[in-house]
């Protein structure tokens, strides 16, 4: 990860990831897990995993080893957010930093 910015990433946040799908369509999420950003709020247009433009009102920027998906929920703050979109940065052929728009 970038040097100058791994030393930012220690704000606390959490994790609901997602397991599947209910027999009546509701999603089902795993336990709440741990782990470390740097936020920043600002507004961005990004397109979103399904292809749309959409505002993010904040990003979070993770080390590239977080695991994470765009079907899982953000706890950011106290409050539960949906994913709009993820965004990796590679360098030596891995993914050095992940960038999660909420």
């Known amino acids: 990860m970038y040097k100058s910015l ?5 704000v606390p946040f959490g994790i ?3 397991i599947k799908r209910s027999g009546t369509g509701e999603p089902v999420y ?3 897990e741990g782990a470390l950003c740097y936020p920043v709020a600002k507004t961005e247009k990004v397109v979103s995993m399904t ?6 009102s904040h990003q979070l ?3 590239g080893t977080t695991r994470i998906d765009a ?3 953000v706890v950011f703050e106290g409050t539960e957010r949906d ?3 993820i965004q990796s940065f590679y360098r030596n052929g891995v993914v050095d930093c992940k960038v999660v728009y909420l």
């Open 6 to 10: 791994l030393k930012w990433v220690n």
């Open 51 to 56: 292809g749309a433009e959409v505002l993010s």
């Open 16 to 18: 609901k990831p997602f």
């Open 71 to 73: 079907k899982d929920k």
């Open 61 to 63: 920027y993770l080390e």
């Open 83 to 85: 994913i709009k979109s």
């Open 30 to 32: 795993g336990q709440l």
